[in-house]
């Protein structure tokens, strides 16, 4: 396992090069927003979903309307964002449990979250961590595939890789991490050709050299 001075070293060099600041990439105003986000950026970029909740959050204004709609219209609604039948289902399914067991709000617990439909680990956390401020690791591609190039896991599955950061990492970095892993992952370490000489991180990193 990575040493405690590695990772702290990996810490520095993140806050150092992309900051500490708690922002999401998905425009919202309302936390219902985030999760109806959150679920259409599944194998999405958060770029496309923007364009597209910009005039759906403008035609369901209210999660009594999402939960009213047909699901065909909301499908075209939708239509280019990728599996836009399932994710408008699940949308539309989601919404009504919201309105009908949680008076319109988005619950805060893990398992309360978990059982709503579309929403995986990767959903709940990125609630609990925006929304109520829960320290919580979303595991995303970036995430996953950088962690394991630092040697802050030996893991692929999404839900070892959040159990591993979760003991490495202290819990004030839980949210940044993947703020700030999506950011390296975006402009440097990319699955196909990262531009490992200009990295921060290439001298901790086990898997320069590797590409």
Not at 71 to 90: C, P, Q, T, W
Not at 134 to 153: A, E, F, N, W
């Amino acid at each position: 396992m990575i040493s405690e001075a590695a990772v702290q070293r990996i810490i520095t060099i993140l806050d150092d090069t992309y900051g500490t600041d708690h922002r999401i990439y998905l425009t919202h105003n309302e936390p219902w927003q985030l999760l109806i986000a959150v679920i259409l950026s599944a194998q999405c970029t958060d770029a496309r979903v923007n364009i597209v909740t910009k005039d759906l959050f403008v035609k369901y204004p209210d999660l009594a309307a999402f939960a009213a709609a047909d699901v065909l219209e909301m499908e075209d609604d939708i239509r280019s964002i990728g599996f836009y039948h399932n994710k408008a289902r699940n949308i539309i399914a989601c919404a009504r449990r919201l309105v009908d067991e949680y008076g319109g709000e988005v619950p805060r617990e893990l398992d309360e979250l978990l059982t709503l439909p579309g929403v995986g680990r990767k959903t709940a956390n990125v609630i609990r961590g925006n929304v109520y401020g829960d320290p919580s690791i979303v595991v995303d591609t970036h995430v996953k595939r950088i962690s394991k190039r630092l040697g802050l896991t030996e893991h692929t599955d999404p839900k070892d890789v959040e159990f591993d950061l979760m003991e490495v990492l202290p819990e004030d970095h839980w949210i940044l991490i993947n703020i700030q892993l999506i950011a390296h992952g975006r402009s440097v370490c990319m699955a196909r050709n990262p531009k490992c000489s200009g990295c921060p991180l290439y001298d901790v990193c086990i898997s320069k050299g590797d590409f």
